[in-house]
């Protein structure tokens, strides 16, 4: 059996999908579904139980979990880079991971977790997934903070050599209606397109970038989860790995990759960005994706306007799920 937290959410449920289609059906999905509809992302899944993350998180604790693991995908996290409640965010995203992952490795399962570029803060520290450089990085935010926690946390257990922990950029794909402000661009822009004809991108309060001209490290869903399942094949390939594709584009980028997605002319207003997001913007990203290539992972990386393509035509204007 294969477990994956976070299994209805957007980059889980993708997973789960990319397992299905390699005729793995023997999965344990772990989620929190409460009122929003992630349920929606399970119904085109085959998988053999569901759990809530509260009750599977007290089997574990009491020791009464005993079926036969061979991996535990842990994707499942609070996500929100806006979150201000820092006790909730080191229960779910910190103290939770640490009990997985204790239970794991005593179990000699395959664990490999999520972690995230959030950690890199605003990038002055680089954005290398070098071990000796995790203590030097200074997350923006409580999220980013969470997860730092654990990756040090597991540094200093001597646990980075039988585990991987992977760092995602700015992931976009099917399967993310329910994430609310924390959907992708791509998707906003869509709906907006739909909704007005244009898009709105934030000013840049930064000299350094022009209006849409702020980079971020884009990546298609449907890589992330082929880097992904690397870790699953490759259980010598342990430690923090950044999931990324290496190659920056701007946000104009994107928004003149979604309007030619859509047969549009692009249309695009620059508004004032929130107060409460100017002091903790990242305004580039980019993966240092040199050790998994080193690793062995050889996979090809969707270009963005294909991705972009793939996405509007194929499942945002069908609606559709992965």
Known sequence: MIIVTGGSGFIGSALVAALNAKGIADILIV????????????????????????????????GKFNLPVSALFHLGACSSTTETNASYLIKNNFEYTKTLAAFA???????????????YGDGSKGFSDDHLKLTSLVPLNMYGQSKQMFDLWA?????????????????????????????????????????????????????????????????Y?????????????????????????????TWLDLANALFAAMNLQPNIEFIDMPEILRGKYQYFTQADISKIRATGCKKDITPLEDAVKDYVQNYLIPDRYI
């Open 221 to 249: 869903v449907k890589d992330a989860v082929d880097m992904t399942l690397f870790f699953l094949d490759n259980k010598k390939a342990n430690g923090i790995f950044n999931i990324g594709t290496g190659r920056p584009r």
């Open 31 to 62: 989620d929190i579904l409460d009122g929003d509809e992630k349920w929606k992302n399970l119904r085109n899944l085959a998988f053999a139980d569901y759990i809530e993350a509260d009750d599977f998180l007290s089997l574990i604790s009491a």
């Open 105 to 119: 490795l005593d179990k000699k399962i395959r664990f490999i977790y999520a972690s995230s570029a959030a950690t």
């Open 155 to 219: 540094q200093s257990n001597g646990m980075l050599s039988k585990i991987a922990g992977l760092k995602y950029f700015n992931v976009f794909g099917p399967n993310e209606y329910h994430k609310a402000d924390m959907r992708s661009f791509v998707l906003k822009g869509f709906q907006q397109i739909k909704q007005t004809g244009k898009v709105r991108l934030f000013k840049s309060y930064n000299p350094q970038y022009p209006d849409g001209g702020q980079m971020r490290d884009f990546l």
